[in-house]
T-cell receptor, first 113, second 113 residues
Framework: GAGVSQSPSNKVTEKGKDVELRCDPISGHTALYWYRQSLGQGLEFLIY????????KSGLPSDRFSAERTGGSVSTLTIQRTQQEDSAVYLC???????????FGSGTRLTVV | AQSVTQPDIHITVSEGASLELRCNYSYGATPYLFWYVQSPGQGLQLLLKYFSGDTLVQGIKGFEAEFKRSQSSFNLRKPSVHWSDAAEYFC???????????FGKGTSLLVTP
């Protein structure tokens, strides 16, 4: 596609429920990144994919968080047993090469009530 | 440890005045350097980037930045600010592919009439 697409744009969920966030990167972008942005905070790195493998998942905050990427394209970030502190904007980005920079999606705003 | 620092959390400038946003980094080698802008409710947009060559780089919307190795800085400048420049600005630093970009906590720019 023309840009990075994320869905849903907004998600309100009850504490303890599982949620899935989707990212559709730019076609041909082999690298895909997930970041989290909390209110008033910068971007917190979560996980990085090169193709379908995740060389760096060091930013995942707990084992409730997982992500996968299939076909070198779409990625899904799953949060199990959501907690209120998971409330944030989850941003996805893709790139061809690091030095070219990333193209970001508009994000998914997750609210856990 | 690698780090990115944006010393100013908030900056207020008058429309038409010049602007400089600071970014300092700590990296082992010459990194890739980026500035992104995030308007309210929007995703991040790449303003400019540096990875080699001329240390003064030009970006979109009239912005420029200068890489100063001796000061480990990559400050963003604009000669005359417009009201539409009010936004959050993020500096990001990276190394070779294999690791995700490290973002600063951002500087919020307010433009007054």
């Amino acid at each position: 596609g023309a840009g990075v697409s994320q869905s849903p744009s907004n998600k309100v969920t009850e504490k303890g429920k599982d949620v899935e966030l989707r990212c559709d990167p730019i076609s041909g972008h082999t690298a895909l990144y997930w970041y989290r942005q909390s209110l008033g905070q910068g971007l917190e790195f979560l996980i990085y994919f090169q193709g379908n493998s995740a060389p760096d998942k060091s930013g995942l905050p707990s084992d409730r968080f997982s992500a996968e990427r299939t076909g070198g394209s779409v990625s899904t970030l799953t949060i199990q047993r959501t907690q209120q502190e998971d409330s944030a904007v989850y941003l996805c980005a893709s790139s061809v090469r690091q030095e070219y920079g990333y193209t970001f999606g508009s994000g998914t705003r997750l609210t856990v009530v | 440890a690698q780090s990115v620092t944006q010393p100013d959390i908030h900056i207020t400038v008058s429309e038409g005045a010049s602007l400089e946003l600071r970014c300092n980094y700590s990296y082992g080698a010459t990194p890739y350097l980026f500035w992104y802008v995030q308007s309210p409710g929007q995703g991040l947009q790449l303003l400019l980037k540096y990875f080699s060559g001329d240390t003064l780089v030009q970006g979109i919307k009239g912005f420029e930045a200068e890489f100063k190795r001796s000061q480990s800085s990559f400050n963003l400048r604009k000669p005359s600010v417009h009201w539409s420049d009010a936004a959050e600005y993020f500096c990001a630093v990276g190394a070779n592919s294999g690791y995700a970009l490290n973002f600063g906590k951002g500087t919020s720019l307010l433009v007054t009439p």
